[in-house]
């Protein structure tokens, strides 16, 4: 199996946590990590924290003060729907072996078996505004993308909902790091530098929704761009290729 496969497989064992002493297997896991190793992982979440203008450097973002741990139980639940650990666990599931990517592949394995002309003809007739925009990402993207598809969009929300679902006290530490760690080498193994993943989630968002697209999208871009150039960014900090634990 390739190591990127062995990551993936890491994901769905740990995802078991709903079982006794969720915490107890991943304790020593979580304190073997170097404070660059750490770092390295949360920095696959960057762009979402950095809109947000939370830490790069803590796991839950902020101090996990009431207000803190309040304010990100609200952004799960308007966000994700997420009230409960079940959610979260149910979340975190989907975006490990589905996410949006399985609608990205789906819609693209029609794109690229039909005639352009066909969709430039009969689209603005028999589409939605939404599905019509995603046609359009689709065929700028899917073939270039091959096998990547838009794994960092969901891979790096899936980092960054452990670390709000610590913060909100629905994970503990050792459960929250013990996830995103392997999702992290997944990541790694994928993605060819920072910018990679980077672009590659701006894609994913953009597929996603055409009105966040809309409202927002030139704000992501923009954080995109700051991590990319500001020396101080987790992304300028912390190599590409910094060794993780196997």
Same mark, same amino acid.
């Given at each position: 199996m390739s190591r990127a496969g062995r990551a993936l497989a890491c994901v769905a064992v740990t995802l078991w946590l709903a079982g006794p002493a969720p915490g107890a297997l991943a304790g020593d896991a979580a304190r073997s990590f170097t404070s660059e190793q750490k770092s390295w992982v949360l920095a696959t979440s960057a762009i979402l924290f950095e809109r947000n203008?939370?830490?790069?450097?803590?796991?839950?973002?902020?101090?996990?003060?009431?207000?803190y741990r309040n304010r990100t139980r609200e952004l799960l639940s308007e966000w994700w729907g997420i009230q409960t650990r079940a959610d979260l666990l149910g979340t975190l599931r989907w975006l490990e072996t589905s996410g949006h990517r399985a609608d990205f592949d789906r819609l693209g394995a029609v794109?690229?078996? =039909?005639?352009?002309?066909?969709?430039?003809?009969?689209?603005?007739?028999?589409?939605?505004?939404?599905?019509?925009?995603?046609?359009?990402?689709?065929?700028?993207?899917?073939?270039?993308?091959?096998?990547?598809?838009? =794994?960092?969009?969901?891979?790096?929300?899936?980092?960054?909902?452990?670390?709000?679902?610590y913060a909100a006290e629905l994970l503990t530490?050792?459960?929250?790091w013990r996830c995103i760690m392997p999702a992290a080498r997944v990541l790694q193994s994928r993605f060819a530098s920072w910018s990679d993943l980077g672009e590659n989630y701006l894609i994913g968002r953009e597929f996603w929704s055409l009105s966040q697209t809309r409202q927002s999208g030139d704000l992501y871009r923009a954080t995109y761009q700051t991590l990319l150039s500001y020396p101080g960014s987790p992304w300028n900090r912390h190599p590409w290729g910094l060794k993780l634990p196997d």
């Open positions: 203008r939370d830490s790069h450097e803590l796991l839950a973002g902020a101090p996990r003060t009431d207000r794109v690229d078996w =039909l005639h352009p002309r066909l969709i430039d003809l009969a689209g603005p007739l028999v589409l939605s505004s939404d599905l019509s925009h995603q046609v359009a990402v689709v065929r700028r993207h899917h073939k270039a993308l091959g096998g990547k598809s838009i =794994l960092a969009w969901d891979f790096s929300r899936y980092v960054a909902l452990c670390r709000w679902g530490e050792e459960e929250a």
